[in-house]
């Protein structure tokens, strides 16, 4: 299957999960920890229940005749014959906004011809809570809802994104950054800041934990293609970053080199 | 008018704003501002396409013979009659959530029987991204989609939701607050993080900065009616605060009297 055959099935993955999700799981059945997942976070129903729909859909392609590795959050890495091409999932991206009806989740699809960020080729990230859908095919650009983003040429670092998953420990070394912001904005969706980013909504995100390339991976592609920078907190690419289920770096991404230069730089007089 | 007759009236206002957001302002057309509304902040289309609807339905039943104040963001103070009844609007909540498409920002109305906080007798907020509507009558509980929701019963900050307009100098007060979360959320939009909060969606909301009673009134009493506090940041009550288009105080939110004492706590020690 091609690139685009590829988004066709990410898509049709992502409408299902969004279209059945009201139903599939209320508030109250989402609460109680099933255990832990293979990334070592705590298992709800719904990561779960989506991540089921994604393999039943993954297995029906294998026996089409697709080979290819899956790496999801709960379930690990599961191999569908041999091949070098990675789908990397995130069922639900913001587990805890999904489970207490905070309004940002995602599920987070890519695909890569090989182990590291810089194999990407395909990603996709709808948003749960409103059904916005972002995608990207490598040299092709980005899109919301079916119509190409840009990110802004803009120096400005106005709305600023971040996460921290302890904030006693991931707020401090950011907090030069968002004391420098027009706004600030935590939403508590990796791939959703980043497909914002993407589309002009927030011109800088940044982590102050370290990310899950299935976090990250989709949302990476989109911004690279809509024109923005992703790397480490320190300005170092990620492109040869390997792709698993280990935490591997902050993360920062900006709309533009000239912006990402000076955010650069703020996060390291730190 | 009764309450309940109000909140038909809101929930219609919310629906039409909901329904002809879409068609009625894409994300380009947003971006210009058209000067400043009345309580100061800059007026963008968005706004004031969604006070012109509010108005003009507020227009039509005052031709049916109710009388009322209007107060709201962009126009300011507008009589219809004689009459101790106020209608707090904010038409977007959340502005630039709304031109940048951040996915965070609501429609806010509130009706009061006088001119205090603690009049406040009608409660709508419609969060324009996810449909999600919130409302309340005092003293007959508060709504999400029709369905009654409480506040959690636990003593533990789980999750934080905060505001800072200006973050350099509005999160170094609340700063000891977000160290001691389990996760923090940053939605930019008051009156959405008061109506999570009383969804249980998250346990705290605090602002750094002053916040106007038409972002927060309506929000408050979904809270108090869920079961949940508010006060200003320092614990104080906010029942004889005037309404009005001024900033009053630094507002807090918790979901629960033992809550709200040990945030209060963690606050003054700052």
């Known amino acids: 299957m091609n690139g685009e055959e590829w988004l066709d099935v990410f898509k049709k993955i992502g409408k299902e999960i969004h279209r059945e999700l009201p139903e599939g799981l209320n508030i109250a059945s989402r609460q109680i920890p099933l255990g832990r997942g293979a990334a070592g976070d705590k298992t709800y129903p719904i990561d779960k229940w989506a991540e089921n729909i994604i393999i039943s859909v993954l297995e029906n392609i294998h026996r089409k005749g697709e080979a290819f590795t899956v790496i999801s959050e709960e379930i690990g890495t599961r191999t569908f014959g041999e091949s070098k091409v ?3 999932v995130d069922p639900i991206d913001g587990s805890n906004n999904a489970k207490s009806g905070f309004p940002g989740f995602s599920t987070s699809l890519a695909l890569l011809n090989g182990n590291t960020l810089s194999d990407t080729v395909v990603a996709y990230v709808i948003n749960l809570t409103t059904g ?25 670092a106005t709305i600023v994104a971040f996460e921290a998953s302890r904030p006693k420990r991931d707020i ?66 990620l492109d040869h970053v390997m792709v698993g289920l280990d935490r591997t770096v902050p993360i920062l991404a900006t709309a533009n080199r000239n912006l990402h230069a000076s955010v650069v730089k703020i996060l390291k007089n730190q």
């Open 132 to 156: 916005d859908t972002f995608w990207a095919l490598r040299g092709s650009g980005a899109y919301k809802n079916g119509i190409q983003i840009r990110t802004t040429p803009s120096a400005d």
């Open 172 to 237: 401090s070394p950011i907090l030069p950054l968002l004391n420098s912001a027009k706004r600030v904005r935590c939403l508590g969706s990796t791939a959703l800041d980043l497909a914002y980013l993407a589309a002009d909504a927030v011109s800088v995100f940044v982590t102050g934990m370290s990310s899950r390339t299935f976090d990250y991976a989709a949302g990476m592609l989109i911004v690279q293609e809509a024109g923005g920078i992703v790397t480490d907190i320190t300005g170092n690419t």
């Open 86 to 88: 990675i789908i990397l």
